[in-house]
């Protein structure tokens, strides 16, 4: 198996670049966001519970996102491998995965960091919200709180998977194609 997490904050291109990654390598795209917003609109309870959180900009509660997260790669265990989009984005979410990996007897391999400027990320995600229906990609406040959660409480993951000789920084501007080439070679040297 191979396994990634294509990590960065929000409006890096992590879900753009995931799908060309999954046709590529074969492997299984799981986006946490997709999830809860699947959930919210088949009016689960796990989904009204994201909700709440998901429209402040909030992370949902760690409990419930792992849970979430490893009923979804039990359902996968024959597909070659994993694309974590959108978790890990706590501590307590990046050792639950490891442990998780660790009883399938497999492991993360790489963590992706896709890297773009700040100005470029609220840029994007407010052309984005024009689109996509995101509610949390319309409101300007709403963008900049999830950065701020991401510096705040997700970018310590770098120093975790760092420690772990996991990490490879990837440069986030420019085409679509030009990453995909830029994160594959990440890949390919696996
Ligand atoms: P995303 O589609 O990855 O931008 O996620 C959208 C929203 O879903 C986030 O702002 C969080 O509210 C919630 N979310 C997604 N993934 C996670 C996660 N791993 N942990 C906690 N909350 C998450």
Redesign the pocket.
Known sequence: MINIVLFGP?GAGK?TQAEHLKEKYSLKHI????L?RYNIKNETELGKL?KS??DK????P?EV?IKMLNAKVEEHLDSKGFIF??????KA?AQSLNELMESKDSQINAMVALEVPDEVLVERLLERGKTSGRK?DANEEVIRN?IKVYYNETEVLKEFYKKEDKYYGVDGVGSISEITNRISKVVDSL
Do not use: E, K
């Open positions: 929000p879900g986006s946490t966001g997709d809860f994201a959180y998901m900009g909030a992370l949902v760690d996102t989009d959108g978790f890990p984005r706590t979410q949390d999830r």
